[in-house]
């Protein structure tokens, strides 16, 4: 990912065409307010849709297996459902 400075300003100035940009060329803007960063910008990537999604039960998960719940891999997994 790349990272770019830019002013608050400029920023308000071409939001669309900046998080337009940043989906697109997989750009970080850090937004700067008299040169001190205040926030970025930056697309959200598909992780972070499936943490915000599946977190809640990613986590009991976690606590299952903690508890010595039963782990299969990938192929296991499969196999055990005929995929």
């Known amino acids: ?3 770019k400075l ?3 300003k400029k920023f308000r100035q071409n939001m669309t065409s900046l998080w337009k940009e940043a989906r697109e060329k997989n750009i970080r ?4 307010h008299h040169s ?3 926030f970025e910008v930056k697309p959200v990537t598909e992780d972070e849709l499936i943490l915000d999604k ?4 990613i ?9 010595g719940a039963k782990v299969y891999t990938l192929e296991e997994a ?3 459902l005929g995929v």
């Open 59 to 67: 986590e009991q998960i976690w606590r299952d297996y903690k508890n």
């Open 29 to 32: 803007f850090i937004v700067l």
């Open 54 to 57: 599946y977190g809640e039960e």
């Open 1 to 3: 990912m790349t990272t």
């Open 78 to 80: 499969r196999k055990k």
């Open 6 to 8: 830019i002013g608050i």
């Open 36 to 38: 001190e960063p205040i």
